[in-house]
């Protein structure tokens, strides 16, 4: 073979010299590329997790919304029975209540595993806390862990050493005003009355004019004439298993004459719920008549088989005038209580009664009215009748300020802190909030 003439192979390869140089500059390109990369993963990492555990908060924060402190506590301290979130997301997680002042609670199962007679006393100082580890937001990816706490003391320490409410609002005129006062005087809120575990009643007028009538025609066939003034009137509750109870009211006319007529103006009927029985409204509006030297009007409550209830007792506004804070603050009622045990009664007598309905149009009006309410207490049909003293530990028991009991129930504060689970100090996401029962 012949060579081309001016041809020559160029064997020749690239210097030392040039091969330092380009892995010089491609180390120069490649290196911020990879802190970059890294950077990229860390972040996605980081995100990741955050996000994980921002969806694991917020599922946590609904379903505590929606149930009350007494639920949480009981599902915190029976994981099988624990429905907050997904339950494949707990599946295998520890759970715990981790107050040092919990709540007690009792309940019994009946022959289908159901729990059955669930009953909830919440502890002194509305604080909670409860604990999950080892919680699973997403097959196959890091355990998470949580703090749950939860602050149901409607009332807080400021400052300067006072005990002031933690809720306030604005009213119509811009002034604010603790949420512990809003309803003392107004409706207990029956919003979530229903009819397959509540029943209620209403009276209104100090004494119907329909039942007046009557009893004046009574009395005047007896030959006696009567007023307002003498008439008496005993609101009974009859509760008598976890499903049924009737409300009844009952009116007599009583004469010096010793002649009396009696008139039963109202009668609910037994309710047949199916369910259990957890709340009996009763509303109604004082016969200002009812003093404390001529009590008229008498509230008589029998539970004798011990069926955990709340009995809401509202007291009504009638009228508006001049004489009304006079006619509030001299009205007395008799407040009688059936229960199964007289040392610890399962009923909660839940009202306003104590409170001065006129304080809300005149503040210079007192505002609480001491024994305006004269609470008694049984045990069973044979047994004794107790006076309940205002400031006794039964009478704590027995009786609930309506608006202290139902705002500190339905108002709480909840922080929710997020962690991983192999370090509890590596808080991811912390979520606050206050929700109302």
Do not use: C, W
């Not at 073979?1 to 001016?6: D, I, S």
């Not at 309803?183 to 919003?191: Q, T």
């Not at 209830?309 to 001049?322: F, G, H, M, P, S």
Request: glycine fraction near 6%; hydrophobic fraction near 35%.
């Amino acid at each position: 073979m012949k060579r081309t003439a001016g041809s020559k192979l160029n064997n020749m390869g690239f210097s030392l010299v040039e091969v330092l140089v380009a892995m010089t500059v491609l180390a120069l390109v490649i290196a911020p590329l990879a802190a970059l990369f890294t950077s990229s993963v860390h972040m996605n990492i980081v995100s990741k997790r955050r996000m994980n555990a921002l969806t694991f908060a917020e599922d946590l924060m609904e379903s505590i919304k929606a149930n009350d402190i007494g639920e949480i506590s009981f599902q915190f301290n029976n994981p099988s029975s624990f429905k907050l979130i997904d339950p494949e997301v707990v599946d295998g997680a520890t759970l715990a209540e981790t107050s040092t002042d919990p709540g007690t609670f009792t309940y019994d199962i009946n022959d289908e595993g159901d729990i059955v007679g669930y009953k909830f006393k919440p502890n002194s100082t509305g604080l909670y806390e409860f604990s999950l580890d080892d919680v699973h937001v997403q097959k196959g990816y890091e355990a998470y862990g949580a703090t749950v706490k939860i602050d149901a003391n409607p009332t807080y320490v400021n400052s300067s050493g006072a005990t002031v409410a933690k809720y306030t609002k604005t009213d119509a005129e811009g002034e604010a005003s603790s949420k512990i006062d809003y309803n003392k005087a107004k409706l207990v809120e029956v919003a979530t009355i229903k009819n397959d575990a509540n029943m209620s009643g209403m009276r209104s007028g100090s004494v119907d004019s329909d039942v007046y009538t009557e009893l004046i025609g009574e009395a005047a066939l007896a030959g006696y004439t009567i007023t307002e003034s003498n008439v008496k009137r005993v609101f009974t509750i009859d509760i008598d298993d976890e499903d049924t109870a009737s409300m009844s009211v009952q009116y007599t006319a009583d004469h010096t004459s010793g002649k009396s007529s009696s008139l039963n103006n109202f009668d609910s009927g037994a309710t047949d719920s199916h369910a259990k029985l957890k709340n009996i409204f009763l509303f109604y509006t004082p016969n200002y008549y009812s003093t404390a030297t001529n009590r008229l009007d008498t509230i008589q409550i029998n539970n004798s088989n011990g069926i955990p209830v709340n009995v809401y007792i509202v007291k009504q506004e009638n009228y508006d005038y001049t004489g009304f804070a006079n006619d509030e603050k001299n009205y007395r009622v008799n407040i009688n209580v059936m229960d199964v045990s007289a040392s610890d009664p399962q009923t909660r007598v839940l009202t306003n009664i104590g409170y001065n309905l006129a304080h809300e149009y005149d503040d210079s009006v007192v505002e609480e009215i001491a024994g305006q309410g004269t609470y008694k207490i049984k045990q069973g049909l044979a047994g004794l009748q107790i006076a309940v003293g205002e400031g006794s530990a039964l009478y704590s028991q027995l009786v609930h300020d309506l608006s202290d009991t139902t705002v500190k129930d339905r108002f709480y504060d909840v922080e929710i802190q997020v962690y991983r689970a192999e370090d509890p100090t590596d808080i991811i996401y912390t979520l606050t909030g206050s929700t109302q029962e």
